[in-house]
């Protein structure tokens, strides 16, 4: 093969940057309904963990005893409610401490008054 992919233009008017974060909450409020009852132990879970002043990830939360989400996207309706709620801020990225996972990048926590540790 010596010829290069030719990917279609978008055709103008047809790009709607909202259409991404719409989907996106949508996508979150349904998948929120999965399992109430380990979405309120998972947000018990994410409240400690900021309360002890030190950057988390949903691996920690796991390590700490609680039960794996009916599906893995439902870690990102509880730590985005939790930051919205401000018992939680963004503390970056950094790989993932879970092994199923190879090490893949991943967001990081900590409480919303905390400082993170140097």
Request: overall charge positive; hydrophobic content about 35%.
């Amino acid at each position: 093969m010596t010829s290069q992919l030719q990917l279609p233009r978008p055709v103008p008017g047809a790009i709607n940057p909202d259409a991404g974060e719409q989907a996106k909450r949508q996508g979150m409020k349904r998948i929120g309904h999965l399992d109430p009852e380990w979405a309120a132990e998972c947000d018990k879970r994410i409240a400690e963990f900021a309360a002890r002043g030190i950057v988390f990830q949903a691996a920690d939360l796991v390590e700490d005893g609680l039960a794996e989400p009916p599906h893995p996207n439902c870690w990102g309706p509880r730590f985005s409610k939790a930051s919205k709620d401000a018992v939680i801020r963004s503390a970056g990225y950094g790989q993932s401490k879970r092994a199923t996972v190879h090490k893949s990048i991943c967001h990081q926590w900590i409480g919303a008054g905390q400082e993170a540790a140097a």
